[in-house]
């Protein structure tokens, strides 16, 4: 009866041995997995974090470009800003000035210089925007008439001043009125007062960047086909 009594203490002792170490293993995987499951959301809120901050950034990104377009100097300067681009992108160093004077004291935005003088083509930035942009904001029918007149006005006046620009033995007979917003440009071409055939009979294209784009690159084709021409003829002699 002894040895049974051992024998059953012992078999006793095992399973509390045993029943210990699975709550011990047990403890220690929770505890992984809870140090685990601290570092994920740890990380989880850092994200957030971050994330909050770039909403904060690009929230003061959105209120700057609304000052931008409130204030008509850096609106202007944007404009500029943005004709330089394209054609310093798209045109060699030498067949482009920005910021050109005429003799006449004149000075627009971009010149590009394709040979001649007779070959040199005026490009002047205009961003109208005020207008245009009260335009879609009023749901005020007679507002809305007003404001299209008066954007009207201001195109018919921008047609003018580049026109200006336009100066016999300095240029040739067109010039470039470039408008940076593409919806501008569209309400400009969609317009009923046909300001794309007005434009022109005073010797000025009205662009978009993308138009614009397309002509530069036409023009660089040009300039490219007469240099190989010229380098051909002077092989065969």
């Keep these: ?3 049974d009594n051992l024998d059953l203490e012992r078999e006793r002792k095992k399973d509390l041995d045993e029943f210990k170490d699975k709550v011990l293993k047990a403890i220690n995987t929770s505890s992984t997995e809870l140090k685990q499951d601290f570092v994920a959301i740890k990380e989880r809120v850092s994200t957030v974090q971050s994330a909050q901050k770039e909403l904060g950034k690009l ?3 959105v209120i700057d470009f609304k000052n931008l377009f409130s204030n008509k100097t850096k609106r202007g300067r944007l404009g500029e800003e943005y004709l330089e681009d394209i054609v310093s992108d798209t045109m060699s160093k030498q067949h482009y000035k920005f910021q050109h004077t005429f003799n006449n004291g004149k000075r627009v935005d971009c010149l590009l210089t394709l040979g001649s003088t007779d070959q040199s083509i005026p490009i002047d930035s ?3 925007w005020e207008n245009y942009k009260k335009m879609f904001e009023t749901k005020d029918e007679n507002l809305q008439k007003q404001h299209a007149k008066d954007f009207a006005q201001d195109i018919a006046d921008h047609i003018v001043e580049v026109s ?3 100066i016999d033995g300095e240029t040739a007979p067109i010039a470039y009125m470039f408008v940076a917003s593409e ?5 400009i071409v969609k317009s009923e007062k046909d300001f794309v055939k007005k434009a ?3 010797g000025v294209i ?3 960047p993308d138009t ?3 002509h530069l690159r036409n023009y660089k084709l040009i300039i490219q086909n007469r240099e190989m021409s010229r380098l051909a003829k002077f092989l065969q002699q």
């Design 183 to 187: 919806g501008v440009f569209d309400a």
């Design 206 to 208: 009205i662009v978009s």
């Design 164 to 166: 200006g620009y336009v």
């Design 59 to 61: 929230a003061n990104e």
């Design 200 to 202: 022109r009979t005073k």
């Design 212 to 214: 614009l784009f397309s």
């Design 126 to 128: 205009k961003f109208s």
């Design 1 to 3: 009866d002894l040895k």
